[in-house]
């Protein structure tokens, strides 16, 4: 029963699949600066990252964030179903095992489809991703989160390092 | 020459593969309540999240950035080499071609490891994912854009099985 409860691993989203895949068509260099936010800004302080075409590395990580607030809707719904209406969660994690969440919009267009009751379904996770999105994820404790790891394991990965060499070199 | 300018698509790392590859402990429910920011608000308004364990959505989405953030570097430092100083550009380009981006963390260790040539590389590419999270990447921006696309998603996919049904209904 509890393994069934959890959404199977093929079901995890990936990061920016679809539009990285058409990185061959944009070369490191040349190519034009970065221009989402300071379209009239010549001489950007900002580093240059090449590979994203016309898009930018916040609408990737944007994207890649619908898809997981796609999938943590699922995860909301199915629990609440779960709790309370035990027959009517098996419908949604019949369908689960069907269709992949690595796409959420795909995923809830093919549930819209499927059968009325699915229709509602597929109207509830989308309003819980919308609610959840603008309401509940902390986008600041992210940021807070993002900013402590990459000090954090920079650090830790010097560390393991010079501990590394210099118990090589006490060894000698 | 273009075509080996660009990462290789293996390279693209995964969203969350590590930590919810482990759901399988958690079931949807019964489960504590998320913790990460209201420790002690018992009655937290917040809809329930199953299957994060220990963790939080939001540790999560910033352990995924925190890899994106690594790929970004390394497409920012592979670009600046490529552009000054072609010969030390190959380099990093073989050691890309074996070894995976998908955990970033585990990627700079392996390159540390490599030659002293490639712990400067490392250390640049580590020195840059901080520089481009702290600084470049736009925070506020990615928020906006998933606002955005949440509202805009949903509305779309509404609109087309309404058309689509509307079509159907004509032709009756």
């Known amino acids: 029963m509890e393994s069934c409860a959890t959404l199977p691993l093929s ?3 990936y990061v920016y699949p ?9 070369p490191f260099w040349p190519c034009k600066r970065r221009s989402s936010s300071q379209p009239t800004r010549l001489h950007c302080s900002k580093m240059f990252v090449p590979g994203f075409g016309e898009a930018s590395p916040e609408a990737k990580a944007a ?17 609440q179903l779960e709790s309370y ?27 819209f ?4 009751r ?5 109207l509830r996770i989308m309003e819980v991703r919308s609610a959840y999105c603008k ?8 940021k807070r989160l993002a900013f402590k790891m990459v000090t954090e394991s920079n ?18």
Request: charged fraction near 25%.
């Open 18 to 26: 679809s539009t990285l895949s058409s990185n061959k068509a944009y």
């Open 118 to 122: 699915h229709k509602n379904l597929a």
């Open 85 to 111: 209406n035990h027959e009517a969660y098996e419908e949604p994690m019949e369908f689960l095992s069907r269709h992949s969440l690595n796409d959420g919009d795909k995923f809830c267009a093919s549930m």
């Open 63 to 79: 994207q890649n964030l619908h898809n997981f607030f796609t999938f943590v809707a699922v995860k909301i719904v199915a629990a």
């Open 11 to 13: 079901q995890l989203p």
């Open 135 to 142: 309401n509940d994820f902390e986008w600041d404790n992210m």
């Open 155 to 172: 650090t830790r990965l010097m560390t393991e390092y010079v501990l590394e060499t210099s118990h090589v070199g006490t060894e000698k």
């Open 113 to 116: 489809r499927e059968s009325s």
